[in-house]
């Protein structure tokens, strides 16, 4: 999976919450990727993306989640057979980054 994390709302960007993602996932895989809580209150939402936006494809998966500091949003692009697991992580944002996390070192949050 790969997954680029943005910091604004879902409103933003063209998702349809009926529709299933392309590729092999489960709603737990799509949502801890993306660095939410499976449990949260209320639940991160998942969806697809309905169209081609920032340079994902049509059919990504698109992981939704109020957090303390705003809106965020995680396309998660499930396109490696059987992979169960994160291999490869890369975050940015529209106006600016949120986060970057790589699997072998821990979230390093934006300065202020």
């Known amino acids: 999976m790969r997954i680029h994390k943005y910091l604004l709302p879902l ?3 063209p998702v349809d919450l009926f529709a299933d993602p392309d590729g092999n996932w489960t709603y737990e895989s799509l949502v ?15 969806g697809a993306l309905a169209e081609p936006w920032a340079g994902h494809p049509d059919g990504t998966a698109v992981v939704a ?3 303390e500091g705003g809106a965020y949003v995680a396309i998660v692009a499930c396109d490696v057979p059987g992979e ?27 300065a202020a």
């Open 11 to 13: 409103e933003e960007i």
């Open 32 to 46: 801890t990727a993306a660095g939410f809580d499976p449990d949260a209150t209320p639940p991160p939402l998942v």
């Open 65 to 67: 989640a109020a957090q």
């Open 84 to 110: 169960a697991t994160v291999h490869r992580v890369h975050e940015t944002a529209l106006r600016e980054p949120a986060s970057v996390y790589e699997p072998d070192r821990p979230a390093i949050e934006r």
